[in-house]
């Protein structure tokens, strides 16, 4: 398929599925308030369309830009490409959520949910300056395990909800309370939660089109579960008296994923395979924290955890590398082989996904294995989605 037949099929069942799933919600002005922001998000899409090639001369003009090491010993290896493309879509996703707030608030008539989105753009904003700084200074691996750890500052302030967990139906019948009051270890979750979402994005990486690919898809799929428990779809929601917080919650969800969702899309454009911008630091750090948000505000981590299991596989894989047990190289890429366009893994090959799934379904060229990896995204999404029927009334 070419390029164009790929994105459009992507952005087809990325964004397809979310609008159908507007069409069960029987609140009309809940319908209402997302289509509001739908209508947002596509000037957020068209805005990053815009501004993408503007950031892209600025940041190759101040020399932050880099080769693709994928097609090295190629012509197009040779070329500089810029860096920190993600600042567009990061800014704009920004303005996107200013806005949102703003149709938010005059809808309900009341300051509760201002704290919570100004939360979230203190701490996403905070992580978008942090991923910028690190494309510029470089900061070493080990610093930026924690760098999450001060963006989410704001949010942990600002934070007022619950911090308990609701216990499985399994386990409250071994005799352990229904509801399990946390205090002060629900915020270290909250934080680590923070940490692992940003990274995990950050170091599945290396491939045109794959951290900008996993964000959308993972957007996408949140955005649809989101609209699901709003709908009230069996299995989504809660019922009783938690039934209008959790519908608020996933109303604020969604208003974060919509606009990531159309802002990323419009990244793809330039990133997908043959990349004309590299996303950087800038927007992995700041695309995993707004999933995070999103998690933490809506209140479906574990749910969000399931959507990430790539991430989660690929982050524990790691580990060893990350933390110096094993050697760990600055770039974990596989090897192109020049003669054939075919990437291939080291021949002591990195632990990360990436070369991982070279060596269990052999060599390939970088769009495809960009595809393999994002149709395991999907997988995964879809298994969540599965389960999350198939134990309803069972789990929680």
Same mark, same amino acid.
């Given at each position: 398929?070419?390029?164009?037949v790929?994105?459009?099929?992507?952005?087809?069942?990325?964004?397809?599925?979310p609008?159908?799933?507007?069409?069960?919600?029987s609140?009309v002005?809940?319908?209402?308030?997302?289509?509001? &922001?739908?209508i947002?998000?596509?000037?957020?899409?068209?805005?990053?369309?815009?501004?993408v090639?503007?950031?892209a001369?600025?940041?190759?003009?101040r020399?932050? &830009?880099?080769?693709?090491?994928?097609k090295?010993?190629?012509?197009a290896?040779?070329?500089?490409?810029?860096?920190?493309?993600?600042?567009?879509?990061?800014?704009v996703?920004?303005?996107?959520?200013?806005?949102?707030?703003?149709?938010?608030? #005059?809808?309900?008539?009341?300051?509760a949910?201002?704290?919570?989105?100004?939360?979230a753009?203190?701490?996403?904003?905070?992580?978008l300056?942090l991923g910028?700084s690190?494309?510029?200074?470089d900061?070493r691996?080990?610093?930026?395990?924690i760098?999450?750890?001060?963006?989410?500052?704001?949010?942990?302030?600002?934070?007022?909800?619950?911090?308990?967990?609701?216990?499985?139906?399994?386990?409250?019948?071994?005799g352990?309370?229904?509801?399990?009051e946390?205090?002060?270890?629900?915020?270290?979750?909250?934080?680590?939660?923070?940490?692992?979402?940003?990274?995990s994005?950050?170091?599945?990486?290396?491939v045109?089109?794959?951290?900008?690919?996993?964000?959308?898809?993972?957007?996408?799929?949140?955005?649809l579960?989101?609209?699901?428990?709003?709908a009230?779809?069996p299995?989504?929601?809660?019922?009783?008296?938690?039934?209008a917080?959790?519908?608020?919650?996933?109303?604020?969800?969604?208003?974060?994923?919509?606009?990531?969702?159309?802002t990323?899309?419009g990244?793809?454009?330039?990133?997908?395979?043959?990349?004309?911008?590299?996303?950087?630091?800038?927007?992995?750090?700041?695309?995993?924290m707004t999933?995070?948000?999103?998690?933490?505000?809506?209140?479906?981590?574990?749910?969000?955890?399931?959507?990430l299991?790539p991430?989660?596989?690929?982050?524990?894989?790691?580990?060893?590398?990350?933390?110096?047990?094993?050697h760990?190289?600055?770039?974990?890429?596989p090897?192109?082989?020049?003669a054939?366009?075919?990437?291939?893994?080291?021949?002591?090959?990195?632990?990360?996904?990436?070369?991982?799934?070279?060596?269990l379904?052999?060599?390939?060229?970088?769009?495809?294995?960009?595809i393999?990896?994002l149709a395991?995204?999907?997988?995964s999404c879809?298994?969540?989605?599965?389960?999350?029927?198939?134990?309803?009334?069972? #789990?929680?």
């Open positions: 398929m070419s390029r164009a790929q994105l459009a099929a992507l952005g087809l069942v990325g964004f397809g599925l609008a159908w799933a507007v069409t069960l919600i609140d002005r809940a319908q209402q308030l997302i289509v509001a &922001c739908a947002v998000s596509f000037f957020g899409f068209l805005g990053t369309i815009y501004l090639p503007k950031v001369a600025k940041t190759q003009a020399g932050i &830009c880099g080769k693709d090491l994928n090295k010993g190629t012509p290896g040779d070329k500089p490409i810029p860096e920190s493309a993600g600042l567009a879509p990061g800014c996703f920004l303005l996107c959520v200013i806005c949102f707030e703003l149709l938010h608030y #005059y809808d309900i008539g009341s300051l949910w201002l704290v919570d989105y100004n939360a753009l203190a701490t996403i904003g905070f992580m300056f910028f690190d494309d510029v200074l900061i691996w080990r610093v930026k395990l760098l999450p750890l001060f963006a989410s500052l704001p949010l942990l302030v600002a934070y007022s909800g619950g911090t308990g967990i609701a216990l499985p139906k399994p386990l409250a019948a071994l352990l309370p229904p509801y399990l946390l205090g002060i270890l629900y915020k270290v979750y909250m934080v680590m939660l923070g940490i692992f979402c940003t990274n994005i950050n170091i599945l990486a290396g045109n089109g794959l951290e900008a690919g996993q964000t959308f898809i993972v957007a996408c799929a949140v955005l579960h989101n609209l699901l428990s709003v009230g779809w299995g989504w929601g809660a019922g009783g008296a938690d039934a917080a959790a519908r608020d919650g996933h109303l604020f969800s969604a208003g974060l994923m919509l606009p990531l969702a159309a990323t899309f990244l793809l454009v330039f990133n997908w395979y043959p990349s004309k911008v590299f996303v950087g630091d800038t927007f992995t750090y700041f695309a995993g999933i995070a948000v999103a998690g933490i505000l809506g209140h479906f981590s574990e749910t969000l955890l399931l959507f299991l991430q989660v596989f690929n982050f524990v894989y790691s580990l060893p590398q990350l933390f110096g047990i094993v760990c190289p600055r770039h974990r890429l090897v192109f082989d020049p054939t366009g075919l990437l291939r893994p080291k021949d002591a090959p990195d632990w990360n996904l990436v070369n991982l799934t070279l060596q379904f052999g060599r390939c060229g970088e769009n495809a294995l960009c393999r990896l395991l995204q999907v997988a879809a298994l969540t989605f599965g389960l999350r029927y198939l134990l309803q009334g069972y #789990y929680k």
